[in-house]
């Protein structure tokens, strides 16, 4: 079940959801609308390499705004720190955004519980687009869990502005018969 | 509802979650990670049509990986054999993934109760991204449903690795036909 606007305020209140900063004026019917931060980091190097750390370049979004080239992935982030050690979450464009033609993810709308921090979002967009820090760009949504809880303890925890991809770490372990063979 | 990881290990230790080859090290808080198979189909029609078989070319991602391309459609597959007669799933990119400018599926998160399949993954990539076969790529979730569960038996069903578009199949032959 996805928790209502109602729910995700008073949850917040409990102290079972993080958001801050929080301003009830962005909470939706059953979502809570987070906006752009002003950090980006953009790959500098291609083709890109799961197995080692890739360069980037760090970029600051104008006041006045910043163009998006179409095509290009730009790793921005959530002004926010968003989370919850009790409810699952998913995070989305908002419509108005995605009618712009842009993604905020690259099919990946599922966190984890027990995550708390900035969330690096994945812009790309369509077309050529100008976006502007403190946009409301997406929407976070909590969803009920059924099960005991183990909560996230992966490698981006806490994490604080936009965040490089750390897959490398992955193939440190294989555990998967027939997986990753080095 | 969607299962927490424990509830995803409880359930396919009981056998109503079916994960194969299954490491408890890949369960998370909210799913499970899969890993990128080996075999990924290219299609090599220069326009789709929706009414015909796609003609694709299949590929063995090498050892040594290989470099996809921006503005290609790649098929590719899920190592493991995943699914429940009991449960919705849905699949998602890792953050990991997505960071790096890849999509495992576009717009088609979700996979019915009862498909206990390898999962096609449709993969896109923004800039040009080097893959390997057994990658971890994605995780899946696992949703409590309400209401009477039906099984699926779809044209899917039995898949055993990556399986192209069988829209053609389905699609009616003229307008007529559709709307009457």
């Known amino acids: 079940m996805i928790l209502t606007g109602e729910e995700i305020v008073a949850e917040r209140e409990r102290g079972r959801i993080v958001v801050d900063p929080f301003d009830p004026g962005q909470v939706n019917p059953n ?9 980006c980091r953009v790959y500098s190097k291609y083709p890109l390499d799961p197995r080692v750390p890739n ?20 790793l921005c982030c959530t002004m926010e720190i968003l989370g919850s050690e ?5 995070f989305a464009a908002r419509s108005s955004v995605a009618r712009l ?6 099919s990946a709308s599922l966190g984890d519980i027990g995550y708390i921090g900035q969330w690096t979002l994945q812009l790309f967009s369509i077309h050529p687009l100008w976006v502007y820090p403190g946009m409301e760009i997406g929407q976070m949504m909590w969803w009920r869990p059924q099960g005991e809880i183990v909560l996230y303890e992966g490698k981006y925890q806490s994490s604080q502005g936009p965040q490089t991809t750390l897959i490398h770490r992955d193939f440190d372990v294989v555990r998967v018969p027939g997986a990753g063979v080095r | 509802m969607i299962l927490t990881g424990e509830s995803i290990a409880r359930e396919v230790a009981a056998g109503r979650v079916v994960i194969e080859p299954f490491d408890p090290w890949h369960i998370e808080p909210n799913s499970y990670g899969f890993h990128l198979g080996r075999h990924l189909l290219c299609g090599d029609d220069p326009v789709s049509d929706a009414r015909q078989p796609p003609s694709t070319t299949r590929i063995e991602i090498p050892e040594s ?14 190592l493991e054999t995943m699914g429940s007669p009991h449960y919705a799933a849905t699949l998602y990119a890792n953050r990991s993934t ?15 109760t009862g498909a206990v399949i390898p999962w096609t993954l449709e993969i896109v990539v923004a800039h040009p991204v080097r ?3 057994g990658m971890l790529i994605g995780k899946i979730a696992f949703w409590q449903p309400q209401g009477a569960v039906g099984g699926y038996c779809g044209k899917y069903s039995g898949s055993q690795g990556v399986v192209a578009s069988r829209i053609s199949r389905e699609m009616r032959t003229n307008v007529a036909e559709a709307v009457s």
Do not use: K
């Open chain 2, 98 to 112: 997505s960071c790096m400018g890849m999509w495992i599926q576009v717009s088609a998160p979700l996979g019915h």
């Open chain 2, 131 to 133: 893959v390997y076969p």
């Open chain 1, 86 to 90: 009790y409810y699952a979450p998913t």
């Open chain 1, 101 to 106: 033609g842009l993604f905020i993810n690259l």
């Open chain 1, 31 to 39: 979502s809570y609308n987070f906006r752009l931060g002003r950090q």
């Open chain 2, 65 to 78: 990986g290989l470099v996809l391309l921006p503005q290609h459609l790649y098929l590719g597959e899920t």
């Open chain 1, 55 to 74: 360069e980037d370049d760090e970029i600051e979004l104008d006041d006045d705004g910043f163009l998006l080239e179409p095509g290009r992935l730009h």
